[in-house]
């Protein structure tokens, strides 16, 4: 979980994915100056919970560099990618680690299909994203119905194969990834959640200008390679639950 003064949400996190995951593991917090509210956050309830770490990234600023930071530091064969100030994803987590047990190599999460639903924040960030993920999946064959949320799980394995572009802005590293996956024939699996942003307050690093343009740079670099590769793209397949339909 990349962080940035998030103390009172980190609180609030610890206990509810504590409380929910039953298999090992471990929570990383990835935080980037050493002023950061987590760290005292973090500190005071390590000895209740011995599973989670401070992690300093020293890569770089952006969220992508905050993640590698994260998965060089993690021990585990499963990597989750966590926003810290949503709770509602919390109750996917089970459902995406069945389907990485039926092998898949990436699960991602969607709020725009399925029963998904996203509510809070900027609405013009809304609205982008919405339209993107929608023009994906109808017009471009998308087999993912969202591939800008940074809700994902995928083997740690899968990430180092994975040849990341992405500069610091926002989290459009999360849209390449969904788009390379694709790209390079990877298992793939899909969850709705619901996702409430800003549930408990705190900053938003949403800036329309730049996030927009990162996020326009790697939607027409799909659409050009998803073109060239239809016809390999055409065997791809997505799994879901039983009981999620198309």
């Known amino acids: 979980m990349p962080v940035r003064n998030e103390g009172h949400n980190i609180k609030i996190m610890i206990k509810a994915l504590n409380s929910v995951i039953e298999v090992p593991n471990e929570l990383l917090f990835i935080y980037d100056h050493p002023d950061d509210d987590c760290i005292e956050a973090v500190q005071g309830l390590e000895v209740s919970y011995p599973n989670i770490r401070l992690i300093h990234n020293q890569i770089g600023v952006g969220a992508y560099n905050a ?81 800008t949320t940074g809700i994902k799980m995928f083997r740690k394995s899968f990430f180092d194969q994975i040849d990341f572009e992405s500069d610091s802005v926002g989290w459009t590293f999360v849209f390449e990834m969904s788009i390379k996956a694709q790209l390079q024939g990877f298992k793939l699996g899909e969850v709705p959640i619901i996702s409430i942003d800003r549930l408990y307050g705190g ?21 050009k390679f998803f073109k060239l590769s239809r016809e390999k793209k055409k065997s791809h397949s997505v799994v879901r639950l039983p009981n999620y339909t198309a």
Not at 109 to 136: D, E, P, V
Not at 207 to 221: A, E, M, S
Request: proline share 2%.
């Open 203 to 223: 900053e938003s690093t949403f800036k329309l200008v730049p996030w927009f343009i990162g996020y326009l740079k790697w939607f027409t670099w799909g659409i």
């Open 67 to 147: 993640v590698k930071a994260g998965v060089n530091s993690s021990k585990g064969e499963y990597i989750l990618i966590f926003a810290v100030d949503e709770l509602g994803p919390v109750l996917a987590i089970d459902d995406m680690l069945y389907l990485m047990d039926q092998g898949c190599e990436l699960v991602s999460c969607t709020r725009y299909a399925h029963g998904g639903r996203r509510l809070g924040g900027s609405t013009i960030g809304h609205m982008l994203s919405w339209f993107a993920n929608k023009l994906f999946f109808y017009i471009f064959d998308s087999v993912l119905t969202d591939c």
